[in-house]
């Protein structure tokens, strides 16, 4: 039988446990983390190379992006469906805060051409790279949050400081009245 890659081009991913996809096959998992980043190889906290003999492990945000771009075919393994964008859309719903904020925010960045990471060891929701991790480090970090969230000043600071501490510099993305990202970089100094 042959793969879904050969006949479609996709690489093929699962959904598993209704909220964590995996590309089983490590040789597609490789191509599409040499590709851009995506995914994180499972055991493999920080990869020398893109090439692995492990599955890939990708987030529903990266998931939707690839489906989208028609690079991956994704089945359910409860049923071996087919799922579709709404159903995968449905799912992250359930999963993340403000989905659709995030994601927003997630493809903007993709289609400038930035690298885009988890930033959750950050203390954000995004951390961005110009070349990748392991290339070069992540000059920024991002929060999103819904449209009219007001963000307090301890807030602010805190963040602020957080971003400094690890030499990046702070931004808040949220989605303006267009639909349209707008991002917001904070610059400290000290008077």
């Given at each position: 039988?042959?793969?879904?890659?050969?006949?479609?081009?996709?690489?093929?991913?699962?959904?598993?446990?209704?909220?964590?996809?995996?590309?089983?096959?490590?040789?597609?998992?490789s191509?599409?983390?040499?590709?851009?980043?995506?995914?994180?190889?499972l055991?493999?906290?920080?990869?020398?190379?893109?090439?692995?003999?492990?599955p890939?492990?990708?987030?529903?945000?990266?998931?939707?992006?690839?489906?989208?771009?028609?690079?991956?075919?994704?089945?359910?393994?409860?049923?071996?469906?087919?799922?579709?964008?709404?159903?995968?859309?449905?799912?992250?719903?359930?999963?993340?805060?403000?989905?659709k904020?995030?994601?927003?925010?997630?493809?903007?960045?993709?289609?400038?051409?930035?690298?885009?990471r988890?930033?959750?060891?950050?203390?954000?929701?995004?951390?961005?790279?110009?070349?990748?991790?392991?290339i070069?480090h992540?000059?920024?970090?991002?929060?999103?949050?819904?449209?009219?969230?007001?963000?307090?000043?301890?807030?602010?600071?805190?963040?602020?400081?957080?971003?400094?501490?690890?030499r990046k510099?702070?931004?808040?993305?949220?989605?303006?009245?267009?639909?349209?990202?707008?991002?917001?970089?904070?610059?400290?100094?000290?008077?």
């Amino acid at each position: 039988m042959e793969t879904t890659e050969k006949t479609t081009g996709k690489k093929r991913a699962e959904l598993i446990q209704g909220n964590r996809v995996i590309v089983w096959n490590p040789e597609e998992g490789s191509q599409l983390y040499a590709e851009s980043y995506y995914g994180q190889p499972l055991g493999i906290r920080k990869p020398k190379s893109p090439q692995f003999t492990r599955p890939l492990e990708l987030s529903l945000i990266e998931t939707l992006y690839l489906i989208e771009k028609e690079k991956i075919e994704l089945t359910d393994a409860t049923d071996d469906h087919t799922v579709t964008k709404q159903e995968l859309e449905e799912k992250a719903e359930q999963t993340y805060i403000d989905f659709k904020t995030k994601y927003t925010v997630y493809k903007n960045l993709r289609e400038r051409g930035y690298i885009v990471r988890p930033g959750l060891k950050f203390g954000a929701d995004f951390s961005i790279y110009e070349h990748g991790p392991g290339i070069d480090h992540a000059p920024l970090i991002v929060s999103v949050v819904p449209k009219g969230t007001q963000l307090s000043p301890i807030e602010t600071v805190r963040a602020g400081r957080l971003a400094t501490s690890v030499r990046k510099k702070f931004v808040v993305a949220t989605v303006g009245p267009t639909g349209e990202p707008k991002y917001y970089m904070f610059a400290w100094h000290k008077p």
